[in-house]
């Protein structure tokens, strides 16, 4: 039976990477990577997915077909998390395909992944 180990991004600068990620999901660093070949994030209560950060000189994709969606309560706390998330050094993306009512706003890391903050309490208009 396969399950999903680590979701594993592609960075320029690890130990930046790292700093980042750590602030933004307060996840920690494991002792070691998987096979030695990333290194290794995950949840400091020990829920959740790991995420690996793996060195990687190729740039990252405008629209890129996997992504991370990192989920919030309501309108306000995706607010508040996008602004703390940009104040880590991530930025806002200029996403040309938003749906009329957005239930989520798209962001960079510093190495340019794409991720989106989705606020799970949005009620269609």
Known sequence: MLTVGAIVLGVADVPR????????LGYRTH???FGGAATILVPVDGT???I???RNETPPQDHPRIHLDLHVADLAAMHAETDRLVSLGASRVDWDSYPADPDFVVLADPDGN???VVDLGHVPI
């Open 48 to 50: 959740g997915t790991p």
């Open 31 to 33: 002792g070691t990577g």
């Open 17 to 24: 990477a790292v700093r980042f990620w750590q602030e933004a």
């Open 52 to 54: 690996a950060l793996q």
């Open 114 to 116: 794409r991720f989106c």
